[in-house]
């Protein structure tokens, strides 16, 4: 049985979801891990002993299948998780995702974006079409280090990218971080 499948089993036999398996040339072998999404259900994050669990049940398992490797690594997948499947994207529709297609958008673009771009960053957006995907975004000034940004912004156009699974090289959410622990002023005031 091939190794991807080994790991695979044994990972959903305790209840997770595999997200990545990764082998370098070092010996190191990485598992990455979910906790499996129901649509309507809160939100739930891998904790430091499920991986505690799952490493100790695959050193077992990868032993029986006299599996080499020096080190093993098991870890949640992070704030800048992949994004594989038609579920993976379901799961995250309205967050920020970064998007690298195999080809670039050539004439398919209509000179609103550079021919040759092949990397976006937008939000998740479902569409009419099966197995179809699309995420809006606008392109926003980029200022230049030590400039203050301009307080006035004027409206961008809002512009989109639809895509399909087969047309990706890579999509993974966004990695955005706030340091400041506060959300912004537009979220607070419809709480209130």
Known sequence: MPLQDIIEQTVSGLGYQLVD??????GLLRITLDLPWQPGQPEQFVQVEDCEKVTR???????VEGTAYSRLEVSSPGIDRPLRSDNDFLRFVGEQIDVTLKAPMGAAAGGLVAANRKKFRGVLETTDTPQTWQITWRDEPTSKPGMRPAKVKKDLPVQALQFTLSELREARLAPIVNFKGRRPAENRSNES
Do not use: K
């Open 21 to 26: 398996v990764e082998r370098t040339a070092g």
């Open 57 to 63: 049940q695959l050193q077992f398992v990868l032993e």
